[in-house]
Nanobody
């Protein structure tokens, strides 16, 4: 089992920045993907950014050039640096990790509890 602890959400003015962190712990053999999703009120959860093994990153178009996802392999931690925030970025942000507990097990998908990001003046 994998536990995820998120931090870094909060209230910020338009144009401001926030940095989200998500630390994974538990029975981890390897991590194949770490990502951030978000869900705004009345909307479906959407992928924001993901970093897969090998370091390849994928972003939703609306955050390209403003958000940066990174990963610290030694700490099993993924970060989301969010710059030039707009009210449209307001949502609950969820961390997701895809990992194996042993080399013989299939990948499992794990979710954090979510952290609120509110962009408002």
């Amino acid at each position: 089992q994998v536990q995820l602890v998120e931090s870094g959400g909060g209230l910020v003015q338009p144009g401001g920045s926030l940095r989200l962190s998500c630390a994974a712990s538990g029975t981890i053999f390897d991590i194949n993907a770490m990502g951030w999703y978000r869900q705004a009120p009345g909307k479906q959860r959407e992928l924001v950014a993901i970093i897969i093994s090998g370091g390849r990153t994928i972003y939703v178009d609306s955050v390209k050039g403003r958000f940066t996802i990174s990963r610290d392999n030694a700490k099993n931690t993924v970060y989301l640096q969010m710059n030039s925030l707009t009210p449209e970025d307001t949502a609950v942000y969820y961390c997701n990790v895809v990992s194996r507990s042993t080399r013989w097990e299939p990948n499992g998908s794990y979710w954090g509890q979510g952290t609120q990001v509110t962009v408002s003046s």
